[in-house]
Nanobody
Framework: QVQLVESGGGLVQPGGSLRLSCAAS??????????MGWYRQAPGKQRELVAEITSGGRTNYADSVKGRFTISRDSAKKTVTLQMNSLKPEDTAVYYCNLQPWSGSDYWGQGTQVAVSS
């Protein structure tokens, strides 16, 4: 069993920054990780990809966050971090950590709320 625990959400003013972290624990060493990433879901909208990073370090970002968000991972510690700068009200959502193994189903965190408001 693998657990993903997110931290770092909160309330921030437009233009501010937040840093989200996700730590994988449990039977993580039995899993070969292909991709780790972040998704978000705003009220009334579908869950969407924000950013992801492969085991080889390749990154992929949603167009809406390019140039503002940066994803990184520590493979040894099984953590993934999302640095969010220049936040906008439209970035308000619940952010979910995602882990995609090479085989088997994805794992999801419980979600952390990010609110951008003045």
């Amino acid at each position: 069993q693998v657990q993903l625990v997110e931290s770092g959400g909160g309330l921030v003013q437009p233009g501010g920054s937040l840093r989200l972290s996700c730590a994988a624990s449990g039977s993580i060493f039995s899993i070969n990780i292909r991709v780790m990433g972040w998704y978000r879901q705003a009220p009334g909208k579908q869950r969407e990809l924000v950013a992801e990073i492969t085991s080889g370090g390749r990154t992929n970002y949603a167009d809406s966050v390019k140039g503002r968000f940066t994803i990184s991972r520590d493979s040894a510690k099984k953590t993934v971090t999302l640095q969010m700068n220049s936040l906008k009200p439209e970035d308000t959502a619940v952010y979910y950590c995602n882990l995609q193994p090479w085989s088997g189903s994805d794992y999801w965190g419980q979600g952390t709320q990010v609110a951008v408001s003045s």
